[in-house]
């Protein structure tokens, strides 16, 4: 059986799949057309595809290739007149562009959004043609998450009407600011704004950290690169630290708040303390956004590789080995991952208009959207950012042996991925926030919006018309949602009885339940589009394949809360059939799996992969790559071998 | 609050628990009194000793420095005349131990052990003094875990008396062998012995690959090194192929068989197979008695890191952060996972003393514990290295971002350990056998062995009489055992009852939910262990301090079996109380927790972490390493910087 006749066997055509999803769901900035377009030609340009060679160099070259990415990238973007949107998507491919992505998505839209009009006159065409090139640096040794706590100071001189840089603490020192280590000439630091012996706590400076001609660190600038992480190695996120560093009055960017001349602080647009929230939420937003195609990637290694190996005898034809995705184990691990997936982006698109319009609405002075897009949107990129994570692993280990294997393809899609459950807002620390904002709804009355349904009454769950019925599973997942942001606020509720405060109540005792409460959250909502994502869906024979999947999204995630179930009142009988449905849909989605995740038109450089390539010719190129693109192996014998190991062994 | 001070806190003392760790469960082979002297003597010797430059370093630095380390190992091994047991301690530091480890754990024993009395004379002295250093050369490209499956033949030529060693695929490459890709002169080769037209199977052929002297590769062998993986990286992991080689009649081993020079089979031994199956056991029983190394290691990193980092204002002292120690869900996180680890511990010694004695029948011929044992280890190999690996990433993940620098050390632990659940037997695969094995329990009457109580009545759960009492965890924990397993059963005599066989049966319909019944008899079995282990402790204070754990250990995992327990009858007040029991405990572990970590004396340079330091200066050590050890940082301008970014960005 080849991948090709594996082909025939879909139910429906994957290329009109591939024609629905991108425009709505993936990538809907731009037309299918201009993604081939613009695929075709980047598969053209070699530093803009990735290479097997890419796991057998040093870090040092993965920086190279890094750059030679970014300045490919750039030419082509010239070139092509590209929109921003063309770039991102290009930006895409490549998870470790340190410089461009540094200036492009971080060190530029925050510098237009803080600066005032006269300074974005003076300084945004010069960033724009990368005459100056920088980076964000907010994060600390010493303070992630908490950015209130940042030590590093700007200390006003009235005298000289300069702000005076400096890292008072061996905590304060940036950490971890991606460009900063190798390439920046600039930076944007968050420091506290300290004058007359006020401290006005965080605000935004541009401080020149080299000379950008010789890119050498300017006196007091103590700089360089953090060190090798767990991936991304391509990316040179640095540390930063200053030593009483003079900048100029205007350094401080001036849209929100600026000093006089003589010291005295003015606050200018007393909303701006919202964006600048909002631009945080919009960088989660980017995570739930744009987490698709590391999953889709692995998810289509994982699925071929899975239909050419074999393995133990077939009980139908004991001379032949079986597939192994015709082992119920195999379709049970990848299918409820690509059932995820397809929940993924259904729910990507909703999310991030529901925080596009809560955007729209914040610049016209309107805040009363925020707290709820903030706690949607924590929601997803936690729960998103974790089983994909979590999704990624499962693909890898469904490889065997072999997904171990770095030219696989699949520990680095981790290894890149795996920071997303931490920065931007860790984890834990974004689901306890939209836990204590979901929480507060149960005291409305009527609340609205889209967690409005968790102040419903409960439904009986007794009565199933149709053991596949989408609105049944809706409403089992609301009613286990509300049970347990109820449960949490009936225990805040008798914690603050006792005498006990807010603080102490979510740091001690409420944070393991209030957690677990947002996932049976979360899955409401992303069960919510699910159904809303399918019933659009025009084409009937793709939409009955999708659908088997949320029959395994909800199958799946439902049976975690069987003891939820119960207390509702859904009878053994019905659970036991909603088990069926599960290990049903499974070999129901088998001769459509790889249409399914091929519709995703994941590329084969971007896959880079051995056991992942389309023709399925997976264990002679596993050989040739291993053989004659490993540096270890050449010449016949390992150099040092007879200094270090022979005289001895 | 220094380290210093959070170890003043402790209820017991823990170089007494250290004292009663090491002799009874952590290396039982060796005195306390010589394995700090062994510590002490190895700390001396650099090669035999992590270093932070290690995370800086290329794959081909990561391979010399396993030779250095193996060199030394050598040397001193000869010096102080190590026992067995001395030397696997000792190489138990280094994960990436490819020569040494590969001839004298994997390539001298299994020669021994099927080697016929003339070969080992001839032999086994040139293996000891490593005149041939060798590897055990069995997975094959297309086929790991089904071993008979594989391909490489061994042609017998009656006209001249040898055999003529083959790969007659590309799927027949052996691939994965440690110590085969650069460094062995000698393999061990499984291959299918076919004489006279007759295939008899998989046997073993010791096969010369290089030249003793050169290192270079004969005529007639394709040999190397697969390329670079997740981890474990100065392995030099190897792929093998043959093109009809020769070699002579005594490359057989020749002990359990044997062929005749004119090429007729004889079986010399039919205790063989059990033999040979029973040293993949030993294997598995391996993973099981190791894995606490890497598990405390990461659970030492963490837990100080936790009680150095501060994060966010303290409720109770708004001017101080709070210690990230002090939060619920670190608690949560980390103590969780410290009482597995003790669990671990305590389940580790019955598990091999099981097999041991399994063993040590199976040489007199009496085979009757071998299918239990087989179970046994099984269950422990697949849900030890379970829980270890996802315990190990959990602990990185609970130091936020700084987790993810090379130089916490958490990464390296983890990808080193990874492929302990895909190994000697892949997790799925072990834990579908043991399922089958237990389902046959369910025929016999009155089964006895570790496993005998799946057999018995249910009891009765609603009356408790102490909800910390661990005899009622322990029916709990078997009940559900049962009940998972029952129901397994009762499926299949279904199936069978409704003409499905059973090779069928077990490929599509019980796999997911006879993994899943596996768990729980894990867990019954480890929690029979942990209260074992607790009643042998004389100490009272350190008994007290480990009960606690204990309860952790037992709520968290009970409650995952919520829906269980409900349908057993248990009262829902009795499992609110059990979560009670769950978050008490983990406060009462708090002031003990660094020395119920600490007793495990895991030194600072096996540890190698900047963020897991004995004295708590993390962010000192961050910075200073960060800034000098890092070779991109030298120079102040990165190479390349120029030439790949500068003249276009």
């Known amino acids: 059986m080849s991948l090709e006749e594996e082909r025939k066997k879909a139910s429906f055509s994957p290329t009109e799949l591939t024609q629905y999803l991108y425009p709505n769901y993936l990538v809907p900035q731009l037309t299918l057309e201009r993604i081939i377009e613009l695929n075709l030609k980047c598969s053209k340009i070699p530093e803009l595809n990735y290479s097997l060679q890419k796991f057998h160099d040093t870090r040092q070259q993965d920086i190279i290739r890094a750059y030679q990415f970014g300045t490919a990238l750039k030419k082509f973007s010239e070139s092509e007149k590209l929109t921003r949107w063309e770039r991102r998507f290009i930006m895409g491919f490549y998870p470790e562009l340190t410089a461009h992505v540094a200036q492009y998505e971080f060190f530029i839209p925050s510098f237009a959004l803080q600066a005032n009009e006269e300074q974005k006159k003076l300084l945004l065409p010069k960033m724009e043609s990368l005459e100056i090139t920088g980076c964000y640096a907010q994060t600390e040794l010493g303070h992630g998450s908490n950015v209130r706590g940042i030590e590093t100071q700007a200390i006003y001189d009235e005298n000289t009407q300069q702000f005076i840089m400096h890292s008072p603490t061996i905590t304060s020192y940036k950490w971890w600011i991606g460009g900063l280590g190798l390439t920046a000439t600039h ?27 010789t890119r050498k660190p ?48 003015e606050l200018l647009d007393p909303n701006g303390i919202k964006i600048l929230y909002a631009t945080l939420v919009s960088l989660r937003a980017g995570i739930v956004t744009d987490s698709w195609y590391r999953y889709a990637c692995a998810l289509t290694i994982s ?19 079986r597939m192994i995705l015709d082992y119920q184990i195999q379709r049970h691990k990848l299918f409820k991952n690509l059932a995820r997936l397809y929940g993924h982006v259904f729910a990507k698109k909703p999310v991030s208009d529901h925080y596009d319009e809560c955007e729209r609405r914040l610049f016209k002075g309107d805040d009363s959207l925020l707290a709820e897009s903030h706690a949607l949107v924590s929601l997803y990129k936690v729960y998103v950012s974790h089983f994909t994570v979590q999704g990624l692993e499962e693909c890898r280990r469904s490889c065997g042996g072999h997904g171990y294997m770095m030219l696989s393809g699949l520990p680095s899609l981790y290894m890149n991925h ?43 769950l007794s009565v199933c018309p149709d053991i596949k019925d989408s609105t049944y599973h809706q409403i089992c997942f609301e009613a286990i949602a509300k049970l347990k942001i109820q449960s949490v606020f009936k225990k805040e509720q008798d914690l603050i009885a006792k005498g006990f405060k807010k603080p102490r109540i979510w740091n001690e005792f409420l944070q393991v339940e209030g957690i677990e409460a947002t996932e049976a959250v979360y899955h409401a909502s992303l069960h919510f589009y699910y159904i809303e994502g399918i019933s659009k869906i025009s084409n009937l024979l793709i939409r009955n394949a999708i659908e088997i999947l949320r029959l395994i ?10 003891a939820e179930l119960i207390r509702l009142g859904m009878p053994n009988s019905i659970f036991e059939q909603l088990k069926e449905v599960q290990l049903d849909s499974l070999d129901r989605t088998r001769p459509n799996a790889l249409a399914l995740i091929e519709a995703f038109e994941i590329s084969e450089t971007t896959l880079n992969s051995v056991i992942g390539r389309k023709d399925g010719k997976i264990y002679q190129n596993m050989v040739w790559t291993s053989k004659y693109m490993n540096p270890v192996n050449k010449g016949k014998v390992f150099p040092g071998i007879h200094r270090y190991l022979r005289p001895k062994l």
Chains 1, 2 share one sequence.
């Open 553 to 562: 999204y909800a199958s799946t995630e439902l049976a975690k809360y069987h």
């Open 218 to 265: 300017l006196d007091g600038v103590d700089v360089g690169d953090i060190g090798p992480k767990f991936g991304l190695n391509g990316n040179d996120n640095g540390f930063l630290k200053f030593d009483y560093y003079r900048v100029p009055f205007d350094a401080m960017l001036n849209r929100f708040a600026r000093l006089t001349p003589e010291g005295d602080y």
């Open 303 to 321: 699925i071929r590789y899975s239909l050419v190996r074999e393995q133990f005898p077939d009980h139908e034809n004991p001379n032949r080995e």
């Open 187 to 213: 930076a944007l630091v968050a420091a506290r704004l300290i004058a007359k012996g006020n401290d006005y706590g965080p605000h935004i400076f541009l401080v020149q950290i080299r000379d950008t001609k």
């Open 418 to 460: 795996l920071p997303t459950v931490t920065y931007d807002g860790d984890n834990n620390i974004l689901a306890l926030q939209a836990a204590r904002y979901l929480i507060t709804l149960m005291k409305k009355q009527n609340p609205q919006g889209v967690f409005g349904f968790l102040n419903t009454p409960m439904p009986d």
